[in-house]
């Protein structure tokens, strides 16, 4: 059975026109005016786009003696509720667990998943059998990209040492490493300092970590990758000083992308210093939000091309979870969810101020990342022959964000009250209609892992330091007698 979409305006990242888009057996097959389907979706007055991809999600993620509470189950349902139809979770190894056994527990979990989805590899200690099975997790499991903790200390952090090891590593498999870039060691002494001080509220964890623990963080992957000889993906940047970094290597001819997240578009550092214990806990994450300055340079970045997606590190704990913390910001689990608002949130507080231009939306919410994971045209396009991952967006169509009228599965919303404007009117996981007139029908399981392969991207500046610095041992006469 086929469907057309008509009526409506298609908008890539690149082009926008009037066509009817033709689906069928879950691909795009026809783009053009006047097509005919067995089922007819009205997108009149809409927008027909890529469905969006958020490259960055923790799905019912071990971490700081709990789980993230929404699961693949809640989390792509709350996906697709909000126009996006694939996510990138990170399986993640516990200690002493190989990349494998890791994989396994994911997509155990995965299976559940109402859209498509694929994982980032997270390197969370380093072995000669970690390094064997990136050989596997790339070959094999179509796992290209792999995430690197430069923070949390004692638990998720790698020291430079094994930073550069796994980097090279990435740059042999022709894999990409990603980088959570906050100074772990920093952050570990200014936590102590003001716990001992008696600074024990949730404002303590945004003390804990300035932008400059970012920054420094920023640099060092940025050099350390280069001397890998090896592209790299920072994730989740927050601020100016992390911005400049990656700004300056893709002016010095480097593949280094930056990803900025919705909640530091548009959330700032004063949620911290709410009065309200419950509601600073409930926004705790790292890298914590920002002051205004560091958010207009976030969006200068979207706008200028300089940051290249825009994620949301869903990671959703109730309040009750949230509530571990008391007493110690340190254990305050880390995370906020955003899976159900980043695209409304990303076309009122960007398009709908003129910050980005349609095209920019769908380039920094879908394409982008498409390219960078090397899934593109199958996702991230409007092409035929591309997966029929559809969002039909309804810019009239409004709402006010509430944690009453969720997918997710906790019990607040940190953007509670906002409103938005851009709703989708339909929304489509390899042809299936998932929201049909703004109402949800998903399907439990529909979702499929999607296997990468290499893209082929280096970063060459490296070959010239490479010769430069090959070892030429000086041949020498007269050499001194050892001891006086
Ligand atoms: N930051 C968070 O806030 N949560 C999950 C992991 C991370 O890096
Ligand atoms: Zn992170
Ligand atoms: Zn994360
Ligand atoms: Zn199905």
Known sequence: MTKVIKGGTIVTADLTYEADVLIDGGKIVEIGPDLKGDEVLDATGCYVM??????????????????????????TRAALAGGTTMVVDFALPSPDQGLLDALQMWDNKSTRAHCDYSFHMAITSWSEQIFNEMETVVKERGITTFKHFMAYKGALMVNDDELYASFQRCAELGAIPLVHAENGDVVAELS???????????????????????????????????????????????????????????????????????????????EYFNKDWDHAARRVMSPPFRNKMHQDSLWNGLASGSLSCVATDHCAFTTDQKRYGVGDFTKIPNGTGGLEDRIPMLW????GTGRLTPNEFVAVTSTNIAKILNCYPTKGAILVGADADIVVLDPEKSKTISAASQQSAIDYNVFEGKDVKG????????????????????????????????????????????????????ERSGIPASGV
């Not at 049909?436 to 010239?464: I, Q, Y």
């Open 192 to 270: 102590a300092k003001l716990l001992a001080a008696g600074n024990n509220g949730p404002e303590g964890h945004a003390y804990s970590r300035p932008p400059q623990v970012e920054g420094e963080a920023t640099n060092r992957a940025i050099m350390i990758a280069d001397m890998a000889g090896v592209p790299l993906y920072v994730v989740h940047v927050s601020c100016e000083d992390s911005h400049e970094a990656i700004r300056r290597a893709r002016m010095m001819g480097k593949r280094v992308w930056g990803e900025p997240l919705i909640q530091h578009l548009t959330l700032d550092e004063s």
């Open 50 to 75: 890529p469905g969006g991809i958020d490259p960055h999600t923790h799905l019912e993620m071990p971490f700081m003696g709990t789980y993230s509470s929404d699961d693949f189950e809640s989390g």
């Open 348 to 351: 009122t507080y960007g398009v």
């Open 423 to 474: 709703l989708p009117r339909f929304v489509l996981t390899r042809g299936r209609v998932a929201v049909m007139d703004g109402e949800m029908k998903p399907e439990e399981g529909h979702g499929k892992f999607v296997k990468r392969t290499p893209s082929g991207a280096v970063n060459k500046a490296l070959s010239s330091w490479k010769e430069l610095t090959a070892p030429r041992p000086v």
